[in-house]
Structure formats: structure tokens, C-alpha cells
């Protein structure tokens, strides 16, 4: 299914009506400069509101969840989100995958037992995955990321403000026991992974690098781990074919894109 050009359109237009400012310097930054931007910089980060609001509809589709229940998970991102903003908003925020707060809606209403992602940074999606398997009160999350924070250039200031920190750093301490973290490259961790955590899968996410070969091959390695009823998500689905050509071949309908290059498919039930 994805995304038709028509609502891509008005995604874009509704972010950017909601604040014109933001992503006016977010732009010049990001896309201008080629510069990492500060989490403070970042509309996605500043205001989750516009990206849950677009994501809704296909969260409903991919759940199953009432439009009610999805709000109200929603809703119970308002205090890790306040402290984020009052911890992280003046520091790099160095690939961190800002859909994040979706992946926190989808694990609230899915309840998947064991996640697995490839790609970490800062540890963003990491938190938000782990607060709501926390919420669940069940769960555990594999992650699998290479030691670099930086996704883009830093400014020798800014890139001051990361000194000391670790991939997954955002994660605080109450929230490790359900966290499994791998360092390295996905190509070398992810096939021991899958083959160590014995259980299938509740939810995959692709958001190491987006390279075809990569990308394909992880989808690939994940497919057959993945429960009926699970998910398959990855970032970058407009980088390249692998992604579309995947889900043809697998084969796999029905996906949907959550806000911006965030693709999802649900395992159709057995």
C-alpha cells in the first residue's frame, strides 16, 4: 500500500503549517549546511503531536487498536517526553530516529515480546521502545549498533557536548534489565542474535545502513524469526528498492508508512 504522492503532500504541508519556523532552520541545517542538528532543532523532536496525528490512521490499520486507545497511549508519552525535552533538547541528536514516539504507540497496542532493532545512536527509538515494553510490563529488546553517534557533521562546539557518551545513552539505568545491547556491525551480529534469543519475534526494525544489499538481507534474516501478527518496520524505505522489492517477493501486503520514510507490515496472521 505505502505511501500514495498525494498524502505525502499533505503530511509535509500539515508538519510544516504547525510550525514553519522550526522546520524552516531544521531545513537550512539539515539539508543546506549538511550539519547534525541539535535535538532542540528538530520539529519531530519538539512537537511529537504532528507525526502521531498523520501516523494515526495507519496505526489503527497495523493494531487493530481504537483511534480512543491509541490517544491514550499517546498521551502517556507527555512526561518522558517533557523530561527529554529538559535533559537532550541543546545536544546533537546524531541519527536518532525521531519516529520514535510511534514505535512507543505501536508497542503499547501490539505488546510484541521480543523487539530487535538494527541501528542505534543516542538510543531514542532504544528508550521509547524499552518505556513502553516497561509500560507492558513484558518484554525485551535487542539492539544492534556500531560505536558512532554522529550521522552527519558535528561543529567542533557541539560535538563537545557528546564527549563521554556511549551508543544507547539515553537509556537510564531503570530500563536496562529488558535491554540487550550488541556493538558492531548488523551483517556480523544480527544472524547471532536471532540464533541466541531462542523466541520468535514480536517486531523487527531495520534502521542500520541504508544500503540495498543491507537492507534486503536483514529483512530476510528477520522474516522467518517474526510471529504471526508481527511487525516488519524499516527506516529509509524510499533510499532504494529493497524495501518495496522485498515485500513483493516475501510476499507481504498491506504496508503502511508511518510519517516520514518509516515503513511497516503487519505478518498476516497463521
Known amino acids: 500500500m505505502g505511501e500514495t504522492r498525494g498524502a505525502a503532500w499533505r503530511r509535509r504541508l500539515y508538519h510544516i503549517a504547525r510550525h514553519p519556523l522550526l522546520w524552516s532552520r531544521y531545513l537550512y541545517v539539515r539539508e543546506l549546511r549538511k550539519r547534525d542538528v541539535l535535538f532542540e532543532v528538530n520539529p519531530r523532536f519538539r512537537d511529537w503531536g504532528p507525526m502521531y496525528h498523520v ?12 483511534r480512543a486507545q491509541l490517544d491514550g497511549y499517546f498521551g502517556e508519552l507527555a512526561p518522558i517526553h517533557a523530561e527529554l525535552l529538559r535533559s537532550v533538547a541543546g545536544l546533537p541528536s546524531a541519527g536518532a530516529m525521531m519516529q520514535a514516539p510511534l514505535l512507543y504507540v ?12 538494527t541501528g542505534v545512536s543516542s538510543g531514542y527509538s532504544a528508550r521509547l521502545i524499552l518505556e513502553a515494553l516497561e509500560k507492558n510490563g513484558t518484554g525485551r529488546l535487542w539492539s544492534i549498533g556500531i560505536e558512532k553517534l554522529a550521522m552527519g557533521a558535528i561543529d567542533d562546539a557541539r560535538s563537545e557536548r557528546l564527549k563521554g557518551r556511549s551508543i544507547g545513552w539515553l537509556v537510564p539505568d531503570r530500563l536496562r534489565a529488558r535491554w540487550e545491547l550488541r556493538v558492531g556491525p548488523s551483517e556480523e551480529l544480527l544472524a547471532r542474535v536471532l540464533e541466541e534469543e ?9 534502521d542500520s545502513l541504508h544500503l540495498y544489499d543491507r537492507m534486503y538481507a536483514e529483512y530476510t534474516l528477520a522474516r522467518p524469526k517474526l510471529l504471526p501478527g508481527g511487525w516488519l518496520l524499516s527506516h529509509d524505505i524510499h533510499n532504494n528498492l529493497a524495501w518495496p522489492e522485498f515485500l ?19 505478518i498476516p496472521p497463521g
Open 55 to 66: 501516523a494515526r490512521p495507519a496505526l489503527e490499520r497495523l493494531t487493530g487498536a481504537s
Open 106 to 117: 505501536l508497542v503499547r497496542a501490539g505488546r510484541p515480546g521480543i523487539v530487535v532493532e
Open 198 to 206: 531462542a523466541r520468535p519475534l514480536g517486531l523487527f526494525i531495520h
Open 248 to 266: 513483493a517477493r516475501a510476499p507481504l501486503a498491506g504496508d503502511e508508512e508511518l510519517d516520514h520514510d518509516l515503513g511497516a507490515v503487519r
